[in-house]
């Protein structure tokens, strides 16, 4: 079974439509991030969460709001959808205490496409 | 303001050759690469990290080199074999604002031509 599992794995939605992507980790960590990869920028964070009572904004939050509803569980939500949050969507886990530093492990991505 | 860029947004290397990936950085407050390697329709796989505080670091095929003084990292894969086409992504964490997070570079699409 996989550690970081995301639902769904892809998703069509209309404009103005909210939608809630969803993230579970087997793997015990403190941490869990989300980030959007669109063509040509590599990964960037949307928002990440150091444990249950701390959320914390990314490089391109607007637009976006998460709940860390269990040390396991952490949703990304898109309030009102628009096309240019059309692009794969990546949950990712890490724990200092591993001791392996920041080394981050990543689910299988949801496509989200927004027409 | 890009970070972490990787000028080479593809490569092409013929099987049992090295593929050398290359990548650029400007925060002094990052201590701490990472390489990922990503298949399509999956996520972002873990390969091989390095600490400032060493130079070299190897696991079986894949060597990162970093070079501090020029803010410049380098992923080794010899030989390289056409199961390792996909693509490459470097990353960063450190201090200051970098604490706990990653800072990714535009990926390298490598392609290993049997």
Known sequence: DADVTQTPRNRITKTGKRIMLECSQTKGHDRMYWYRQDPGLGL??????????DINKGEISDGYSVSRQAQAK????????????????????SDLSTGEGETQYFGPGTRLLVL | DQ???????????QEGRISILNCDYTN????????????PAEGPTFLISISSIKDKNEDGRFTVFLNKSAKHLSLHIVPSQPGDSAV????????????GKLT???????TVHP
């Not at chain 1, 960037?44 to 009572?53: G, H, P």
């Not at chain 1, 939500?77 to 949950?91: K, V």
């Not at chain 2, 470097?90 to 604002?97: D, L």
Request: net charge positive; with cysteine; glycine share 6%.
């Open chain 1, 44 to 53: 960037r964070l949307i928002y990440y969460s150091f444990d249950v009572k």
């Open chain 1, 74 to 93: 952490f949703s990304l939500s898109l309030e009102s959808a628009i096309p240019n949050q059309t692009a794969l969507y990546f949950c990712a886990t």
């Open chain 2, 3 to 13: 970070q972490v860029k990787q000028n080479s947004p593809s490569l092409s290397v």
């Open chain 2, 28 to 39: 002094s407050m990052f201590d701490y690469f990472l390489w990922y390697k990503k298949y």
């Open chain 2, 88 to 99: 490459y992504f470097c990353a960063a964490s450190g201090w200051g604002t970098s604490y």
């Open chain 2, 104 to 110: 990714f570079g535009q990926g390298t699409i490598l």
